[in-house]
């Protein structure tokens, strides 16, 4: 019996360690370790052996057919880890090769302009608020000192939802939305879309973008106009920068102003930039008038404040040096991805 189990070991080992495929090992396992294999053929024949030496021939025919299945599993490991090396060597990746490009978008120059801006007066501790682009003529107009029949609704001729209700021509609106809440002091910030019907051309559009200021608190003067404004200009057109305040007209401030700053290009000297002046124009501000702060329920005996209004395009223009506003518009994004 001893001959019998160590003449199968050594033919099951021998044929293991030729074996080349899994198909050949699996058959290998089905021939000595399956139902109808030789180790089971031995163990049948049990019977004939004498009861003392059973549980001896027992351990022998354990011990054989451990032997055949630890060399069958090590030679199907080692199968297994050729046929994964085969696999990877074939596919090979190429880390040095350049990826897929994905094209990120990234902050139109208006957009960059504008944060740069809400920065500088966040800073001061103004807050940004929002209002509606279709509006009532009530706010746009009419609660800012521009009654019906008013001139500068001609100038600012937009296009009308109805009788009442229009695409807003500036910013200003959000200046009355405010204050009528009644929540005082006020320190905000209100950039978004106007429209006008205006042709484009290289510095209009019918569509583009102002950043409103108002300040209403007790004791606000025009030093506080000046001083915070002149801050903007510093702040965010460089600490060389001096301002100017020439005397204008809008309805809904009194007194009135337009700021200019020295030419950032040349500084003041004159040139392509400043069109040889040595100044450019920037906003437009001014106290808010009485008649405002009373339609919008806050008393002018009280409290007074100051406001202003930048166009953001042309802020942008200047800081990019860019001629044609058009271009802020196309979409191209060869232009944009310059900024
Ligand atoms: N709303 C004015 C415009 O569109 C700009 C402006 C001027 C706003 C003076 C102001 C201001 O708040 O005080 O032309």
Known sequence: ???????????????IQ??????????????????????????????????????????????????????????????????QEEKLAKEVIDVTLPGTKINTGHKHPNQIALED???????????IVEGPEVEYDKYNFELLNIPANHPAKDEQDTFYINKEILLRTQTSPVQARVMETGKMPIRMLAPGRVFRSDEVDATHSPSFHQVEGLVVDKNITFSDLKGTLAQFATEFFGPETKVKFRPHHFPFTEPSAEMDITCFKCGGKGCRMCKG????????????????????????????????????????????EIDDMRLLYENDTRFLKQF
């Open 277 to 320: 002046s040595g100044w450019i124009e920037i906003l437009g501000c001014g106290m808010v008038h009485p008649k405002v702060l009373k339609a919008c329920g806050i008393d002018p005996e009280e409290y007074s404040g100051f406001a202003f209004g930048i166009g953001l395009e042309r802020v942008t223009l200047l800081k990019y």
């Open 117 to 127: 801006l809400e920065r500088v007066f966040i800073g001061m501790g103004y807050e």
């Open 18 to 83: 030729n074996a080349k495929t899994m198909e050949t090992l699996n058959e290998i396992k089905v021939e000595y370790l399956g139902k109808k294999g030789e180790l089971t053929q031995v163990l049948k024949g049990m019977k004939d052996v004498a009861a003392e030496d059973r549980p001896k021939v027992g351990q022998m025919v354990n011990e054989t057919r451990t032997a055949i299945e630890e060399s069958l599993e090590r030679e199907m490991n080692l199968l297994a880890k050729a046929k």
């Open 1 to 15: 019996m001893k001959e019998r189990l160590e003449a199968i070991q050594k033919e099951a080992l021998e044929k």
